[in-house]
């Protein structure tokens, strides 16, 4: 088992910045990629930045220029920076973290995660 445990969100003006957080701990193989996604009720869940060990940093358009991921390695910790942010960032952000299973494959592990209210 893998526990992710994210920490960072809260009610931000516009304009303002937050940095999320999120520590894996557990059993941990190989891990390919780590990376934040956003849900909004009535919505689909969202991608909203990775980080991974084969295709580098990834970011959803809407927040390329303001959003930065990063990972520290050797604590399985990944953060996401968000700076002038937007009423539309809103939403319940969510870690993930895909870790190569033995004898090829991946699991799929998600954090509960943590809310972001952006308000103007």
């Known amino acids: 088992q893998v526990h992710l445990a994210e920490s960072g969100g809260g009610l931000v003006q516009a304009g303002g910045s937050l940095r999320l957080s999120c520590e894996a701990s557990?059993?941990?193989?190989?891990?390919?990629?780590m990376s934040w996604h956003r849900q909004v009720p009535g919505q689909g869940r969202e991608l909203v930045a990775q980080?991974?060990?084969?295709?580098?940093?990834t970011y959803v358009d809407s927040v390329k220029g303001r959003f930065t991921i990063s990972r520290d390695a050797a604590k399985n910790t990944v953060h996401l920076h968000m700076d002038r942010l937007e009423p539309i960032d809103t939403g319940t952000y969510i870690c993930?973290?895909?870790?190569?299973?033995?004898?090829?494959?991946?699991?799929?592990?998600w954090g509960q995660g943590t809310q972001v209210t952006v308000f103007s």
């Open positions: 980080i991974s060990s084969v295709d580098g940093t």
């Open positions: 557990g059993f941990i193989r190989d891990v390919e990629s």
């Open positions: 993930n973290l895909l870790d190569r299973a033995s004898g090829g494959g991946h699991v799929s592990w």
